[in-house]
């Protein structure tokens, strides 16, 4: 699963690789990825071959604090900015029915949040607690920096004590460009190692 707002660059090597391997994958924008000219042929691709994509709000609202999970949003404000990014793939032709998985904003919300995101007329869905590869967007000057291969090494050592068998991993398709290490880079190596282990991969 492939999350991204402003920062796509990575859509096409994350393509060809799911290409290569014929596997389908599962993106998740937002309506600033949707307008954004520099990723019409990308998205037009990813439409094209039959890959799912979805929802991930329209401007990237933080939906809850991270001290304590209170909402930061209204209902009212939330269900405005989730019928925008629906609006706009429906502008590329997806329809609401087929963008029923919704990948909230930062993957993070809380209960009344949720409650909001289905009045909306979507399921809420996110990547598999303990997978740490959704850190593939921090940058060296941050504490909780992580490289791509310490990512890896956890994601194997995941697998090795709990299995992946019905995982969500996350990775990003973009990244600040203070990040140079992109874990996206690496996607053939972790599709081959996942194989050899026997895992198949579908999306949504």
Not at 78 to 89: G, I, M, T
Not at 178 to 198: A, H, M, Q, S, W
Request: glycine share 6%; hydrophobic share 30%; charged share 30%.
């Amino acid at each position: 699963m492939f999350s991204a707002d402003k920062a796509f660059e990575g859509a096409p090597h994350i393509l060809k690789v799911l290409n290569k391997h014929k596997i389908k994958g599962s993106f998740f924008v937002t309506g600033n990825t949707l307008r954004d000219k520099r990723f019409e042929k990308i998205l037009s691709e990813i439409i094209k071959k039959g890959h799912y994509l979805g929802g991930h709000s329209d401007n990237h609202l933080q939906y809850a604090s991270w001290e304590n999970r209170k909402s930061l949003v209204s209902a009212d404000s939330l269900l405005s900015d989730l019928r925008k990014n629906l609006d706009e793939l429906n502008r590329w032709g997806i329809a609401d029915k087929k963008a029923i998985y919704y990948l909230p904003p930062y993957e993070y919300y809380n209960t009344e949040n949720v409650k909001d995101m289905q009045r909306g007329g979507v399921e809420v869905i996110n990547y598999t607690p303990g997978i740490r590869t959704p850190a593939d967007y921090t940058t060296p000057d941050m504490k909780n920096y992580k490289s791509s291969q310490e990512l890896i090494d956890q994601l194997y050592r995941f697998e090795s004590e709990k299995g992946l068998d019905g995982a969500i991993i996350l990775i990003h398709p973009g990244t600040v460009a203070e990040r140079t290490d992109k874990l996206y880079n690496r996607l053939d190596e972790i599709v081959i190692y996942l194989k050899n282990k026997g895992y198949k991969f579908c999306s949504f």
